[in-house]
């Protein structure tokens, strides 16, 4: 007697896959089988719809007044070192192992700060031995503790830079992009190191991560060479595609030409750029409430779309750069400030920044 099959569909969903990956730290799986990386930064993968999805290029457009860039940096190569995720870092640098130093440490929740509290106290105590059954084996390790609730995005104390131990580790890569002539040699930086971390049919098992700080700095070699540029980001989006990473590429587009600026964001498949407020704009603090806390901008020109035809509709592009309590980073959308009763117009308190009947610098 033959035995009965279950029969099976050419498009059933593989659900092995999606198990290992929510066991993983640092991983989320979402829609249409996408995976997600965080940004580091909770306000933004909530905009991006999850994070940066594994197999995407991402690319921040500079601003030439303020370095804001680097906030959005400096929180997503955090988040990898706090999941032990392989990092290739890249700058224009003579020593950019040095930027590693800069980084910021993750925020301790209360469950965390009332574990250390307690160590600190038990090294205090002086206490008669037959009490030291109480306490050692049964006592929570604030370590593990921390290792296995690793949340998928951190909140990160922009104050404190991050412990030595974290980013000395083996799995970090530091390359300095000053004194190449050619990307050629940086190509095949990136392609080692994306062989660490291969797509298989098995699983993502893991994950990492490609920071490179303004690709097209004027102090580098390669700066003329527009096409050079031009094809590193080509190789690289590719290489990327079929691996699990994500790649975070930061350029000024004001110092390039406009053609160039034009194929770099096309060939972006999340393109964000930041820009500063000036200190004295009295035309946009009265357009915008919480204008005092503001730091920055942030613009979301275009959100990846992998494995879905559905276009991502946001609710604003523009959002505020907030530091709460002076050390977290917050993004929030950006809010109109009540008209003045006594010009005779009535309160309005619409969201949308094209509300005003003035011309101003967010009226898009």
Sequence with gaps: MATARSKTSSFSRNLTSTGAVSHIPGIKHGPNGTTFLSSGIPDLDKILGGGFPLGSLVMIMEDAEAPHHLLLLRTFMSQGLVH???LLYASPSRDPRAFLGTLPSPLLSKEEKTLKN????????????????????????LENSRD?????????????PMERHLFS????????????????AFRDSCSRFLEKVPRNDVGVRCAGRIAIQSLCAPQCGYFNNEWDMVSFIRSLKNMVRSSNAVAVVTFPPSLISLPLSKRLQHLADTLLSV???????????????????MVGL???????????????????????????????????????????????????????????????????
């Design 84 to 86: 032990e995720q392989p």
């Design 118 to 141: 307690e160590q600190e106290q038990e090294k205090g105590l002086r206490i008669a031995w037959q009490y030291k059954k109480y306490f050692g084996e049964n006592q929570p390790n």
């Design 148 to 160: 296995t609730r690793r949340e998928y995005c951190s909140e990160f104390d922009l104050r404190k």
């Design 169 to 184: 580790a083996k799995f970090v890569e530091c390359v300095s992009t000053l004194d190449s002539s050619s990307l050629a």
């Design 275 to 293: 820009r500063a407020i000036p200190d004295e704009d009295k035309e946009m603090s009265k357009l915008l409430t919480g204008y005092q806390d």
């Design 298 to 364: 942030l613009h979301v020109h275009k959100v990846a779309q992998i494995n879905t035809q559905v276009p991502v509709i946001l609710e604003a592009s523009t959002f505020s750069i907030k530091l709460q309590r002076r050390r977290s980073l917050v993004l929030e959308r950006l809010n109109q400030a009540p008209v003045d009763g006594s010009s005779g117009t009535s309160y309005n308190t619409s969201t949308s920044c094209s509300g005003s009947s003035k011309a101003s610098p967010l009226d898009f």
